[in-house]
């Protein structure tokens, strides 16, 4: 089995697994070696730490938000209660600003996953991510969420693992005596006289 099944199943199962209670770490865990495959398929290492940063950030801003917590805690015994009111609202602010810069990580890793893939499921679960978390303030970010796992969960298994995703160079040298080449980023055929790609727009050589 190549490195894109195995993205395509673990990162479909890691998905589901992710809105369900008790077992979302392990589909997180799932999640990014599904990423990590699919990094070292398209050999765009960009993709894999983006989304390493994602988990990173998420992870500091959940502990940074406890321990705001913790010390209002202690510190309420000298302030009447006060201060655990005030580390309970700083504990949503801090959480609430780790999950906006984790989303922004989320959606650069889709969005490279959507351009090397051929998904486009990947950009929308990812822009949906972004607004999502900066809308969880006013709740209706958590629906725009919840969307956004379930596009996640659809971009996985749509990945095409039967052909590879990555164009090598020679095919471009050698179509262009017939008119066309390929991307070299996302592989797409096009007109050899074509400055830019039509599909994802990069500059060709």
């Known amino acids: 089995m190549g490195k894109l099944s195995d993205a395509k199943l673990l990162g479909g199962i890691g998905s589901i697994l992710q809105i369900i209670p008790f077992l979302s770490i392990v589909g997180y865990i799932l999640t990014l070696i599904a990423v990590k495959y699919v990094s070292d398929e398209v050999q765009d290492s960009s993709i894999f730490t983006n989304m390493l940063y994602a988990v990173i950030t998420g992870i500091i801003g959940v502990a940074l938000g406890a321990s705001v917590v913790f010390f209002g805690a202690l510190s309420s015994f000298y302030t009447a209660g006060l201060s655990a009111i005030t580390g309970g609202i700083a504990f949503l602010v801090v959480v609430w600003i780790a999950l906006i810069i984790s989303a922004l990580f989320v959606r650069k890793a889709f969005d490279g996953m959507a351009t090397k893939l051929g998904v486009g499921t990947f950009r929308t679960a990812g822009t949906l991510y972004f607004v999502g978390a900066l809308l969880t303030i006013i709740l209706v ?17 749509s990945i095409n693992d039967s052909t590879p995703m990555v164009q090598p160079q020679a095919p471009m040298q050698t179509m262009a005596a017939t008119g066309f080449k390929y991307c070299a980023s996302c592989g797409t055929q096009m007109a050899s006289s074509a400055t830019f790609c039509p599909k994802c727009g990069a500059k060709q050589p």
């Open 141 to 157: 970010g958590f629906l725009l969420l919840f969307v956004a796992f379930i596009l996640q969960v659809v971009a996985f298994f």
